[in-house]
């Protein structure tokens, strides 16, 4: 275990912290303090810092800057009734980051190390986790190559950090069916490049369509397989899945395009834990639209750490719509999945699986 050192900050009063907490909006104010942990070859991972959230300096010849060698992870801390403030699977949040700088040529960083980060931020800013409905902290861990050169290999320092927003609803109508967008020009990702790690080029090619979708009246954009075109990958920020008449859930198999949810596992292991049949292969756009017009597809929903569940009314292209749920969404399995897995955040559904990570008791 690494020691932290502290320093104390606040950006803001008491007053105008709760101004925020009472509408806290999503990414948009950002809490007194942040981590920081330096990684150099030789010293390995040193000089732990829990410090005023700032501006940090960076040579403009940082690696980061030119070669996009950098990793993210989203992670939510929930305040429960009773006054404790918990994190929902932290080690596999930190299991996801591992597995990307092993694709990103970053260092690895200790489990525990991510964990005992995540707790000395939510510590210091406990004050600023929200406790309103559907609300929590949104954390953001990330690493960064800031070694200064110019030069196509990989950086040998390395820093990691952790930040942290108060955070509402991700999408500003809250948990309401939303339209989806399918891009036909732009890919996200391809066989053998990033798509499986958490990186920020992956969300940087994906702007561009969902600026497009959103210019169509949608808050997603759905992302097919750049090889075949309808076999579907993920949308912009969330895994997708599809509920049969039958009530099995069908979801798009990681394919190495695919980000490995922490959500999508939940919402998994979840539906199994109902006795409800998985089938996790690939999906076609063809499928999902031909299943809707027959009655064999129900229901469909996105997942990810920033929405949780959301559910998907239409799906739209530049051909017109393509699948409409009308008044059947959301549908029943959709809201139920969410309700369990929130209550389970929330601390008002049992915890079977040993999810919950607390960090503070009341």
């Known amino acids: 275990m690494i020691e932290f050192s502290h320093e104390e900050a606040s950006r803001l009063s008491d007053a105008e912290r709760a101004a925020v907490l009472a509408d806290p909006g999503f990414g948009k104010v950002f809490t007194d303090h942040m981590v920081s942990i330096v990684w150099t070859r030789e010293a390995g991972w040193h000089d732990a810092k829990v410090m005023p959230y700032g501006p940090i300096s960076m040579d403009p010849g940082a690696s980061v800057l030119h070669y996009g060698q950098e990793i993210f992870e989203g992670i939510k801390a929930y305040r429960h009734a009773n006054g404790d403030i918990v994190t929902f699977r932290p080690e596999a949040n930190a299991r996801r980051l591992n597995e990307s700088a092993v694709r990103m040529a970053l260092p690895e ?186 009655g064999e597809i129900v229901e469909a929903f996105a997942c990810g750490t920033a929405a949780v569940i959301t559910p998907i009314g239409q799906l739209k292209s530049e051909d017109g719509t393509i699948v409409d749920f009308g008044d059947a969404a959301p549908g029943a399995l959709t809201m139920s999945l969410r309700e369990e897995l929130t209550g389970i955040q929330f601390g008002t559904v049992a915890d079977t699986h040993g999810w919950v990570h607390r960090i503070v008791s009341a």
Not at 150 to 172: D, N, T
Not at 203 to 215: M, N
Not at 216 to 235: P, S
Request: charged letters at 20%.
């Open 109 to 294: 960083l200790p489990e525990e190390l991510f964990v005992q980060a995540i707790e000395a931020l939510v510590r210091a800013d406990a004050a600023w986790v929200p406790s309103g409905d559907d609300q929590g902290l949104y954390i953001r861990p990330f690493m960064i190559a800031d070694e200064s050169f110019l030069g196509v290999r990989a950086a040998e320092r390395a820093r990691f950090m952790v930040i942290a927003s108060p955070a509402g609803p991700y999408f500003s109508g809250g948990v309401q069916p939303v339209s989806i967008w399918l891009s036909d020009h732009y890919s996200r990702a391809g066989h053998g490049g990033t798509g499986a790690a958490n990186c920020g080029g992956n969300y940087a090619a994906s702007l561009l369509p969902t600026r497009i979708a959103q210019q169509n009246g949608c808050a997603q954009v759905l992302f097919t397989d750049a090889l075949t075109e309808d076999t579907i990958d993920e949308l912009g920020g969330m895994n997708l899945m599809l509920v049969h008449r039958d009530g099995k859930l069908i979801t798009p198999a990681l394919n190495g395009n695919i980000l490995d949810g922490v959500t999508r596992r939940s919402r998994i292991q979840l539906a199994k834990d109902r006795g409800v049949e998985v089938e996790e292969r690939a999906v076609t756009v063809s499928e999902w639209r031909d299943g809707v017009a027959n």
